[in-house]
Nanobody, 115 residues
Framework: QVQLVESGGGLVQPGGSLRLSCAAS????????MNWYRQAPGKQRELVAK???????NYADSVKGRFTISRDNPKNTVYLQMDSLKPEDAAVYYC?????????WGQGTQVTVSS
């Protein structure tokens, strides 16, 4: 059974930081490209950051220079370090694992940015 379990969300003031974690089980983690998506109320889900099996990374323009994605293959975990958070970063953040035709999602973790 595949599970992706996100953690680390919460309430933070503008300018603050959070680190999201996504622990994977039931998959051969190092085979998978790992992604973080987010969805704000009334908006479409968008790709925030991606890290490939070869550790290449890509970011949405809106988060470049503020967010950092990383992975720890022995721990089957992907991280999203979010700095200089803005109110527009508030959303539910989802972890995604993708390999070939396989696509798995976590349940999401809420990030709220407010003073």
């Amino acid at each position: 059974q595949v599970q992706l379990v996100e953690s680390g969300g919460g309430l933070v003031q503008p300018g603050g930081s959070l680190r999201l974690s996504c622990a994977a089980s039931g998959i051969t983690f190092w085979h998978y490209d790992m992604n973080w998506y987010r969805q704000a109320p009334g908006k479409q889900r968008e790709l925030v950051a991606k890290i490939t099996t070869g550790r290449s990374t890509n970011y949405a323009d809106s988060v470049k220079g503020r967010f950092t994605i990383s992975r720890d293959n022995p721990k089957n975990t992907v991280y999203l370090q979010m700095d200089s958070l803005k109110p527009e970063d508030a959303a539910v953040y989802y972890c995604n694992a993708h390999y070939d035709i396989n696509d798995f999602w976590g349940q999401g973790t809420q990030v709220t940015v407010s003073s």
